[in-house]
């Protein structure tokens, strides 16, 4: 019993430490190209999306050769034209991913996990006669909801200078679109609007 403890205690030593050595976690910067489309019963809203950016730095944690995860805190920014008219809507968000990444090899992974989001930006740039901000132009922010939800997909490449490309896809899972709300008289009338919001990010990286 006295020479199996010693050994137990050991073997657990050994594995802890091989454990911790193939750990590895570094602080990275991203930036690139941002996509958005939309989708829903009232999708219609929105027509034609430029392409917009997204800036910002995330955490990336390797638990293993194979398993790893990332946190990351960025802004996206894109601009949509709103309804039949010339009207555009600008949005901002601040995105807070959480993914859980599967290595293939030590240069390429898998991702998927939740993104939630933050509304930092609505503005308006024409006087719209369509659609639920009509009359609208300056800040729009009471027409979307404060925050937002999403599923993100993606696949990375790094390389062995810490250079990291990477290609992702938001699936917005509700609507962005406030509840409208108009009295009638002493009648309240709610209109809910299921319009999702994804996008397509292509990117660009460095970790330190």
């Known amino acids: 019993m006295k020479s199996i403890l010693p050994t137990a205690?050991?073997?657990?030593?050994?594995?802890?430490?091989?454990?911790?050595?193939?750990?590895?976690?570094?602080?990275?910067?991203?930036t690139g190209l941002n996509l958005v489309s939309f989708s829903g019963e009232d999708?219609?809203?929105?027509?034609?999306?430029?392409?917009?950016?997204?800036?910002?730095?995330?955490?990336?944690?390797?638990?293993?050769?194979?398993i790893g995860v990332e946190a990351g805190?960025?802004?996206?920014?894109?601009?949509?034209?709103?309804?039949?008219?010339?009207?555009?809507?600008?949005?901002?968000?601040?995105?807070?991913p959480l993914l859980f990444k599967y290595y293939i090899n030590q240069n390429i992974n898998l991702c998927v996990g939740p993104q939630i989001s933050l509304l930092g930006e609505a503005t308006?740039?024409?006087?719209?006669?369509?659609?639920?901000?009509?009359?609208?132009?300056?800040?729009?922010?009471?027409?979307?909801?404060?925050?937002?939800?999403?599923?993100?997909?993606?696949?990375?490449y790094?390389?062995?200078?810490?250079?990291?490309?990477?290609?992702?896809?938001?699936?917005?899972?509700g609507s962005i679109v406030a509840t409208d709300i108009e009295y009638f008289g002493i009648t309240e009338v709610e209109t809910e609007y299921d319009v999702k919001h994804n996008s397509l990010q292509i990117g660009i990286g460095y970790l330190f």
Do not use: H
Not at 14 to 25: C, R
Not at 45 to 61: A, K, R
Not at 158 to 173: E, M, P, W
């Open 158 to 173: 790094k390389t062995n200078f810490d250079l990291v490309l990477n290609l992702r896809y938001n699936l917005g899972l």
């Open 9 to 30: 205690i050991l073997a657990v030593l050994l594995a802890t430490t091989s454990y911790i050595s193939a750990q590895d976690s570094k602080f990275g910067v991203r």
């Open 43 to 66: 999708a219609k809203l929105f027509n034609d999306q430029d392409p917009g950016f997204f800036v910002g730095f995330y955490y990336d944690y390797i638990y293993t050769d194979r």
């Open 124 to 156: 308006s740039d024409g006087d719209g006669n369509s659609g639920f901000n009509e009359g609208t132009i300056g800040d729009a922010t009471e027409f979307f909801k404060i925050g937002k939800a999403a599923m993100t997909f993606g696949a990375e």
């Open 73 to 96: 805190f960025l802004y996206s920014r894109s601009k949509s034209s709103e309804g039949p008219d010339s009207s555009s809507v600008t949005l901002g968000y601040i995105d807070v």
